[in-house]
């Protein structure tokens, strides 16, 4: 029998229930020393769930490849379960606890069978902070284990924390067969539960990511008064010294790792900007007694999408990946380093490619497509605090104060690169109706364009129209509320082609941004908001023709009374439930685009 280290009730009797579920040969708690760290990952290696990598060139990292069918978050698998299928909104998939903890206990029974169930005590949020959030995730994977060591802060310090508070987000997870067919990813708000089981992938599995800091915590956040939002924080360190801090909320590899940790560009180093990173993909906001926004990282670490990876766009992460990471879906190259589509140095003449089978470049699928080396949603976990940009504030309890909300999609067509909402309400509008196309971390074709508010439209863990609701009302709890923005870096010219070089050179947009929050610069006013003069973002050692420039701020007319079509369908979708305040500002935007003269 292993020591249990908790006189936690609640805590050991869930275990104990679990366990006779699952069916374990034996319950492991992870106590977050090294020591047991180095064990599990010898562990990995020997069962082939790691390759240990080369370690004089990338020490303590290691190389996942999942099964084929398990590389994305798959949404139609997840569920929101609670009593009343209203409550979850017309874009969640509902089931009822009932049948839900049936289905899944089905699944569930005796899948640990010959396995080790580990329990992870984890904290998302500094330990002890009032921000912060504890969970438990009991499951049968160490590659689980392994990830959650980087990505939360977990082991005794959360026992100790849990023994004042009992609360705590119940989450289990058995790897079961890996079968697509028995896949469920099953959140109980109503009992701050979730359940994973037949998935190894990350969003999937890592359960105190989307699934609490995000699903759960929404609803936790609505009842609580506060937000619980899918936004990289990043502090923006102006030349005078005073650093001001924005949230951004773009969809799924949509570009907020690599601006929350950009090194500002060639053309403006001279002004002596520097970024500070505090999170990349989750961000947890309150009001606090100045009537200000203040948000916290609930994670310790990135999972980053590993395409497209480089010192040019990323030269942070470059850095931040170079130990105790573990990649997932990259290729393997014969000197046991990784390599995938647009990462730096030569394209290598043979690898293992994330299947495992042998690769070289350029070969050909039955359908005579390129095969890839890395999966498109091939990713890396990696320790924020190896980031050389990583804020010293990450670890502060009460956060950053929040000076701008951003909001973003890709859309090649429609978006200009950036406007301002009118103001709070406007700003909301403007983040309920983002649009995005798809790309590979979603299952579904890829560049459809889908409604996607807030970048929550698969995170939010009750009815969406409430929690637009909940969005208006938060405005009024501020004395100082953020101004809300949209922007977008990937509108094209008519060859398809970027017409933003994009990356390191957002710098130039953001601090337009923050010239309007500190009222230095005068905007145009249009339908949709307010846009920059283009005078006034800074575009030294760019060389943008007049004609791109024009393109990238053109409101177009007909285009934005078609978006408009979109956006009434989809507020349609959800009744009577819909706050008035949305559909106000859907009559306003169309009567200003009608009498729109251009
Ligand atoms: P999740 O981790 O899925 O939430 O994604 P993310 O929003 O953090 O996206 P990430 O920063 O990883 O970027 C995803 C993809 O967008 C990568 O292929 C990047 O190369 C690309 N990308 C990021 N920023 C820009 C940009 O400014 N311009 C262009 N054209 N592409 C970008
Ligand atoms: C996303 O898809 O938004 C991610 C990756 O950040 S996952 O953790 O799988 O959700
Ligand atoms: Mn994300």
Redesign the pocket.
């Known amino acids: 029998m292993e020591h249990i280290p908790t006189t936690n009730k609640k805590l050991i009797n869930w275990v104990n229930k679990m366990a006779k579920l699952c069916g374990p040969v034996r319950i492991v708690w992870i106590n977050g020393s090294d020591e047991q760290k180095l064990t599990l990952e010898k562990e990995s290696v020997k069962s082939q769930e790691l390759i240990r990598l080369n370690q004089e060139k990338l020490p303590g990292c290691f190389l996942h490849r999942t099964a084929h069918d398990d590389v994305a978050r798959t949404e139609h698998l997840t569920f929101i379960c609670t009593k009343k299928k209203h409550d979850v909104g017309p874009n969640n998939n509902w089931m009822s606890p009932a049948a839900a903890y049936n289905k899944a206990k089905a699944i569930f029974k005796g899948a640990m069978a010959g396995r080790t169930m580990y329990v992870i005590p984890f904290s998302m949020g500094p330990v002890g902070s009032p921000f912060s959030k504890i969970g438990v995730e009991l499951t049968d994977s160490r590659y689980v284990v392994l990830n959650m060591l980087i990505m939360t802060r977990c082991g005794d310090a959360v026992l100790r924390q849990l023994e004042k508070d009992d609360d705590f987000t119940k989450c289990l997870h058995s790897k079961a067969q890996l079968d697509i067919k028995k896949r469920l990813i099953l959140h109980f708000p109503e009992d701050n539960t979730i359940w994973s089981v037949g998935s190894g992938y990350g969003g999937n599995v890592l359960l105190g990511k989307k699934c609490l800091s995000l699903r759960i915590a929404s609803f936790l956040a609505r009842k609580e008064k506060w937000l619980a939002e899918?936004m990289?924080i990043m502090g923006i360190e102006e030349p005078n010294g005073h650093v001001e801090y924005v949230t951004a909320a773009?969809?799924?590899?949509?570009?907020?790792?690599?601006?929350a940790m950009m090194i500002p560009p060639e053309g403006l180093k001279n002004k002596g900007y520097r970024i500070w990173t505090v999170g990349?993909?989750i961000s947890w906001m309150r009001v606090d007694s100045d009537g200000s926004l203040w948000a916290v990282n609930p994670e310790a670490g990135f999972?980053?999408?590993a395409?497209?990876t480089n010192s040019k766009?990323n030269p942070n992460m470059v850095e931040t990946i170079k130990k105790n990471t573990i990649y997932t879906n990259v290729l393997l190259k014969p000197d046991n380093t990784v390599w995938w589509e647009?990462a730096d140095g030569e394209v290598p003449a043979q690898g293992i490619d994330w299947k495992g089978n042998p690769w070289k470049p350029n070969t050909l699928d039955a359908e005579g497509k390129p095969i890839k080396g890395a999966h498109p949603n091939a990713r890396f976990t990696t320790p924020i605090m190896n980031c050389p940009s990583a804020s010293f504030r990450i670890e502060q309890h009460h956060g950053v104060p929040i000076s701008a909300i951003i909001f973003g999609g890709r859309r090649e067509h429609v978006a200009p690169l950036v406007y301002e909402s009118f103001d709070w309400q406007h700003g909301v509008f403007v983040g309920a109706t983002m649009g995005s196309e798809l790309?590979a971390?979603q299952v579904g074709k890829l560049g459809t364009v889908r409604r996607d508010p807030m970048a929550m439209l698969p995170f939010c863990g009750y009815n969406m129209a409430e929690y637009f609701k909940h969005w208006l009302s938060m405005g009024k709890l501020m004395a100082k509320p953020p101004k809300i923005f949209h922007v977008n870096?990937?509108r094209t010219d008519e060859s398809g082609k970027?017409l933003?070089p994009?990356?390191c050179e957002?710098l130039r947009v953001l601090e337009w941004i923050l010239d309007r929050c500190n009222n230095k610069v005068n905007a145009l006013q249009t339908p949709i908001g307010y846009l920059p003069y283009p005078f006034n973002i800074d575009m030294t050692g760019l060389s943008l023709t007049e004609e791109a420039l024009e393109k990238l701020f053109k409101i177009d007319q007909e285009e934005w009374l078609e978006e408009l079509k979109g956006i009434h369908k989809f507020f349609t979708d959800f009744k009577k439930d819909l706050p008035k305040e949305l559909w106000e500002q859907y009559r306003a935007l169309q009567k200003r685009l009608k009498s729109y003269a251009k």
């Not at 969809?251 to 601006?259: E, F, H, I, M, Q």
């Open positions: 899918h990289l773009f969809p799924s590899a949509c570009g907020k790792t690599n601006l990349d993909d999972f980053g999408v395409p497209g766009a647009g790309t971390a870096w990937f970027f933003w994009g990356f957002n």
